[in-house]
C-alpha cells in the first residue's frame, strides 16, 4: 500500500516522474537510465525506490486513472 504524505515531499524522484518512466520505456528501466531522462541524480531514484514499498498492483492502481481504457488490454510482468 502507497504510504500518506504528510509533508511536502522534497524529493528529486516523485511518483509521477516514475510512473511516467514506467509506462514510456519500454527497455532500458533502471535508476541510471530514469535519472538521465530527467536530468535527476540516480542516488535521487535509489532513494526513492528505498524509501518506497510499491507493488504492481499499486502501479496499476495510479496509472488507470490517466487511461481511456475502453478498448484496452494491459499487461504488467513483475519479474
Keep these: 500500500m502507497i504510504r500518506r ?9 516523485t511518483l509521477p516522474i ?14 541510471t537510465q ?3 531522462t530527467y536530468n535527476i541524480s540516480h542516488d535521487s531514484v535509489n532513494r526513492f525506490l528505498e524509501r518506497e514499498d510499491y507493488t504492481p ?13 475502453n478498448k484496452l488490454i494491459v ?3 513483475d519479474t
Excluded at 504524505?5 to 524522484?13: G, Q
Excluded at 516514475?18 to 535508476?31: D, Q, R, V
Design 18 to 31: 516514475y510512473m511516467g518512466f514506467l509506462m514510456t520505456e519500454p527497455n532500458s528501466i533502471s535508476c
Design 57 to 69: 498492483h499499486d502501479l496499476y492502481q495510479e496509472a488507470i486513472q490517466h487511461i481511456d481504457n
Design 5 to 13: 504524505i504528510k509533508h511536502a515531499s522534497t524529493a528529486t524522484c
Design 75 to 77: 499487461s504488467i510482468d
Design 34 to 36: 530514469l535519472a538521465e
